[in-house]
């Protein structure tokens, strides 16, 4: 077994191998520039230069025996200073001889992550860009160096890498708690409504999610003031009726889970669901498709805590089967439609009120699917199997509603990314709407990551729905609108309610729709990864060679390119007979070119805004 290992020098790489050097030494174009001036073991990222991704290409004869028919890939090396030691790093691949890529082992730990988390994972911190235009820079920086080429062929926009779905997260957050720094209140949302109500409690939804990511010590804080004023207590109290106000209560439960001391957190929503189970509530309460989200998760959120913790969760064994009996019945038995939700449409109405006769806003007769009361559904079902055990004996009824209803959401997204306020007819207040489009990016997303949903079909969905809501709506400028969410449709309960819908109108509650934004950047995150191209080894077939990449980008449109050299140094050519097509809309392509040489270097690169 032969091996070779690629060696960072001043001024470029350089494959070194005894067996190499004897017949050829390949001088491969690169970039070099870390400095580590201390003992602080800082180095800033943005002097962070790293080789070109390149596939080397042997089809027929290679120079050297243990080449044979191999294509392997060049990136990320470093050479610094540290403790006044040169330190080199070296990415070692093993190759079999005569055998072909695919049977290559790589021995090389972040060979294909960013520079910030190799030096990370090396042990250096880096100074991140946190602006979205240095992050953009900084991607277009790393695109750049990583082989990325614009060509012949105009893209969507691409996965965002995980830096710039967390620096737009946090960007919206902290716009959004700049204007309300007292987090808990009696009367001071709109209407005079107090901060428990749902909209306040589906943005701590959101924060929560994002505090999960970045462990911010202010979004806990803020969390736990807010929960505090009413001393974790829901809106009228332990005897509240209302669903809605049970959302404030999932967002207790899941602060007492980030602190198990703080059984106070506990002891109302509990109390409250108690009050349900003794007097029968739940079925007249769930008529409307809001209150599964509102209620749904609760009710799944404590039967999983142990019932020890505090007295009143004694009987929280008996929640799962409550808890399917009210969905069950809003979603099959209530009202003259036998439920809430169309068996072969796989959609919601929101109350008995849009069954028939619904006008829209063009004056037509249509159906009427509200878009974020789909959105509520859709994500109410994924908040509850998130907790519950899969061997739940209903839970393969939620992810059967779940799964359908992904595929009748997904049918109907618009070609910008976004949904349209009502699901079944287009030219209804038609234009973007963010916070259904938050439901539906988090709900699938979430499916992916569950294995639920499977990613060729649904991650395109995604990676439009997130980039509708993060570069659309999302205001990025230099005024006291940086970090708004545009789009947003405010409280109501049809395609009507809080209209028109642009991207600068503010809706009556700004909380609740930046809460499903993070809620949505939560999952993406999980989804996402560095910037950068990841390179499969490439596949020769005949008289093809097929050269497969992954690639996550803070690009927005883009054309990519393959470019080839027969020599390197030599000057690079564009392949005008490649052929590219996509595997994964925004992350995952091919291209196929003539198997027609000796030897050929092969590198893509991506330009665009």
């Known amino acids: 077994m032969t091996q070779f290992a690629l060696t960072a020098r001043m001024g470029g790489f350089r494959q070194i191998s005894a067996e190499a050097n004897t017949y050829r030494s390949l001088y491969l174009q690169g970039y070099y520039g870390i400095d580590d001036p201390g003992r602080s073991r800082r180095v800033n990222a943005r002097t962070l230069l790293f080789s070109e991704a390149l596939w080397v290409i042997f089809p027929h004869s290679p120079p050297f025996p243990c080449l044979q028919r191999l294509g392997f890939v060049v990136q990320a090396y470093r050479k ?9 790093d070296t990415f070692v691949w ?15 730990p972040g060979m294909i992550q960013s520079p910030a988390r190799v030096m990370k994972q090396r042990g250096f911190e880096t100074n991140v860009p ?8 900084h991607g277009l920086l790393w695109a750049a160096l990583c082989g990325w080429l614009m060509g012949p062929q105009a893209m969507a926009a691409f996965m965002p890498p995980q830096a710039q779905i967390l620096s737009d997260m946090e960007l919206a957050n902290n716009h959004f708690t700049n204007e309300w720094r007292t987090p808990g209140c009696t009367s001071c949302l709109s209407g005079g409504h107090p901060s428990t109500i749902w909209t306040r409690g589906t943005y701590f939804e959101g924060s929560l999610a994002l505090y999960r990511i970045n462990h911010d010590p202010n979004i806990y804080s803020y969390a736990v003031q807010w929960g505090s004023f009413t001393n974790w207590g829901l809106r009228y109290g332990d005897t509240d009726t209302s669903p809605d106000d049970q959302c404030a209560g999932q967002e207790y439960i899941e602060l007492y889970e980030f602190d198990t001391t703080q059984t106070s957190r506990l002891t109302h929503i509990a109390n409250n669901v108690n009050y349900w189970l003794k007097n029968g509530l739940g079925f007249s309460e769930w008529t409307y498709v809001d209150s599964i989200h509102m209620s749904m998760p609760a009710f799944a959120k404590l039967s999983v805590i142990n019932s020890n ?18 969905f069950h019945n809003i979603q099959s038995v209530y009202g003259r439609s036998n439920g809430l939700y169309n068996a072969t449409d796989h959609l919601w109405w929101r109350d008995t009120n849009f069954l028939s006769n619904y006008k829209a806003s063009d004056g037509t007769t249509q159906k009427c699917y509200w878009s974020r009361g789909n959105g509520w559904a859709f994500v109410a079902l994924a908040r509850t199997m998130d907790v519950l055990p899969t061997n739940d004996p209903h839970y393969g009824a939620y992810l059967q509603t779940f799964t359908n209803m992904a595929g009748a959401i997904k049918a109907v997204q618009r070609s910008d990314g976004f949904w349209n306020v009502n699901l079944a007819y287009t030219n209804d207040y038609p234009g973007p709407e963010s916070s259904g489009t938050a439901c539906f990016t988090y709900g699938m997303a979430w499916g992916i990551n569950h294995g639920y949903l499977a990613t060729n079909t649904y991650l395109p969905a995604v990676i439009k729905g997130w980039n509708a809501l993060a570069v659309s709506a999302l205001h990025h400028s230099t005024g006291t609108d940086n970090g708004f969410l545009g789009y947003e449709q405010g409280s109501g309960d049809e395609p009507a309610s809080g209209q028109p819908v642009t991207y600068t109108n503010t809706p009556d509650f700004d909380d609740f729709g930046l809460g499903l934004f993070l809620l949505a950047g939560s999952q993406v995150y999980q989804l996402s990864g560095p910037p950068g191209t990841v390179l499969a080894p490439p596949v020769l077939t005949g008289s093809q060679v097929q050269l497969s990449f992954n ?5 927005t449109n883009a054309t990519i390119s393959l470019l080839q050299a027969d020599e390197l140094p030599n000057g690079w050519t564009t392949n005008t007979s490649a052929t590219l097509t996509t595997n994964v809309a925004g992350i995952s392509y091919d291209f196929t070119v003539p198997n027609d040489a000796a030897a050929r270097f092969y590198r893509v690169q991506m330009t665009g805004h």
């Open 80 to 88: 610094t200073r540290h403790n006044n030691s040169n330190i080199t």
């Open 94 to 108: 093993q190759f079999r001889h005569g055998q072909r890529p695919s049977d290559f082992d790589f021995m090389a």
């Open 130 to 137: 946190t602006t979205r235009s240095e992050s953009i820079a």
């Open 309 to 326: 913790v505090i007295s009143a969760l004694a009987t929280n064994y008996t929640y799962p089967a409550l808890m399917y009996s009210y």
């Open 551 to 555: 690639t996550i980008s803070t690009l």
